[in-house]
């Protein structure tokens, strides 16, 4: 089973500002097969990027993804008030499909 | 639209079964893999397994197999998610969430949830 470990656990931050979450593999992805979902109390996940780097419908271009191998990023350029919440990071290469522990960017 | 409506929430004892239902919509039923994630109070997601609408074959997380079942209807192009032996730890949020024609997919449409309780 690939294992992911999310960092930081807690990310505190004002609108405006960069966010930077990371999501390591204990295991090399094939294809860069990571997704990234953002999750809001009482609801359920929405999914962010796939294939890593690739824009889900309807995300907006402050939302991008980098990484491939073992270590992966999602980074929003700047923050707004809708970003705040829970972010999960999805391997779905190798089953089972594992998600990581979730980071969640609270308002500072 | 795509839309995937789940069945209400459910309260089992110990030792019971569970029978989970999520209708597909806004696309065709028997073209994507609808996969079931769990999520635990104030915990994160586990995913659970995936079933191919179109001939019925699934795949399990190691952790559940034994006590999972997924099955499907296409007629009505429902899924069906049965957890049996249930025990206080399978409390969660079930969701069923549609992934692509592959069955190495993300998970792009997510149902609303449903709430299972497992108390004595």
């Known amino acids: 089973e690939i294992v992911l470990t999310q960092s930081p656990a807690t990310l505190s931050l004002s609108p405006g500002e960069r966010a930077t979450l990371s999501c390591g593999a204990s295991q090399s992805l094939s294809s860069s097969y990571l997704a990234w979902y953002q999750q809001k109390p009482g609801l359920a996940p929405r999914l962010l990027i796939y294939y890593a780097s690739t824009r889900a419908t309807g995300i907006p271009d402050r939302f991008s993804g980098s990484g491939s191998g073992t270590d992966f990023t999602l980074t929003i350029s700047r923050l707004e008030p809708e970003d705040f919440g829970v972010y999960f990071c999805q391997q779905y290469g190798s089953s089972p499909y594992t998600f990581g522990q979730g980071t969640k960017v609270e308002i500072k | 639209q795509v839309q995937l409506v789940q069945s209400g929430a459910e309260v089992k004892k110990p030792g019971a079964s569970v029978k989970v239902s999520c209708k597909a919509s806004?696309?065709?039923?028997?073209?994507?893999?609808m996969h079931w994630v769990r999520q635990a109070p104030g915990q994160g997601l586990e995913w659970m397994g995936v079933?191919?609408?179109?001939?019925?074959?699934?795949r399990f997380t190691q952790r559940l197999q034994g006590r999972v079942a997924m099955t499907r209807d296409t007629s009505t192009s429902t899924v069906f998610m049965e957890l049996s032996s249930l025990r206080s730890e399978d409390t969660a949020v079930y969701y069923c969430a549609r992934g692509t024609y592959d069955i190495l997919s993300w998970l792009e449409y997510w149902g609303q949830g449903t709430l299972v309780t497992v108390s004595s």
């Open positions: 079933i191919n609408p179109s001939g019925g074959s699934t």
């Open positions: 806004g696309y065709t039923f028997t073209n994507y893999y």
